[in-house]
Nanobody, 122 residues
């Protein structure tokens, strides 16, 4: 129903900023809630943030609240994750995902991008 592709990952110094993009294709894109997740080697994938189709309803994990901002551009079929004040513990593979319901649970998301690596050095 929808295909997702992340971009914008890379290496950054602690305290810096990175903006991730997720390009979506499919005519049902606007009906989905969009989420960002991250995963470190040996750990489970964890919720980072989510946004409703309108872009007015957002949710964030406590660990990133105040530092990360999720936004959505339905005209261009894209969702973004602006990450500021990055810390070494933010290092992970970041994924965008789409769900048909309002949720923060990884198992409830139906579609996933391939992931993009973000590395934060001290």
């Amino acid at each position: 129903q929808v295909q997702l592709r992340e971009s914008g990952g890379g290496s950054v110094q602690a305290g810096g900023s990175v903006r991730l993009s997720c390009a979506a294709s499919g005519r049902t894109f606007r009906s989905y809630y969009m989420g960002w997740f991250r995963q470190e080697p040996g750990k489970e994938r964890e919720f980072v943030g989510a946004i409703s189709w309108s872009g007015t309803n957002t949710a964030y994990a406590d660990s990133v609240k105040g530092r990360f901002t999720i936004s959505r551009d339905n005209i261009n079929n894209a969702v973004y994750l602006q990450m500021n004040s990055l810390k070494p513990e933010d290092t992970a593979v970041y994924y965008c995902a789409a769900a048909s319901v309002t949720t923060t649970r990884v198992e409830s998301y139906n579609y996933w991008g391939q992931g993009t690596q973000v590395t934060v050095s001290s």
